[in-house]
């Protein structure tokens, strides 16, 4: 198994908490929209919710990269990542000898 260069997995990281945030703005904004117009009335319903899927989504992409330099870091710097790639090669040995 190759390791993926560092910047790549950073990258990932941003790419999916930006994903995971807008969705979960986007979602918000429109499960929210009648009881947030109260409080945004000069602002247009699309902007309200574009504001609202940008916002989360840059918390998103933050919180994204920490987490992947986290993981990053237990993976490559301590036992647990050895760990893992002894059970995932041992999983696929098994595998290979018994597929289901």
């Known amino acids: 198994m190759q390791r ?3 910047w790549d997995v950073l990258a990932t990281g941003v790419i999916i908490g930006l994903v995971a945030g807008c969705a979960s703005g986007l979602i918000d904004a429109i499960w929210s929209w009648r009881p ?4 945004a ?3 247009g319903r699309v902007r309200f919710v574009i504001y609202t899927a940008l916002s989360l989504g840059t918390a998103g992409a933050a919180i ?3 987490v992947a330099a986290v993981t990053l870091g237990l993976a490559r710097g301590t036992r647990i990542g050895d760990l893992v790639r002894f059970a995932w090669q041992e999983h696929e040995t098994r595998r290979r000898h018994d597929p289901r």
């Open 4 to 6: 993926r260069p560092f």
């Open 36 to 39: 947030a117009l109260q409080y």
């Open 41 to 43: 009335q000069g602002v």
């Open 64 to 66: 994204g990269v920490v």
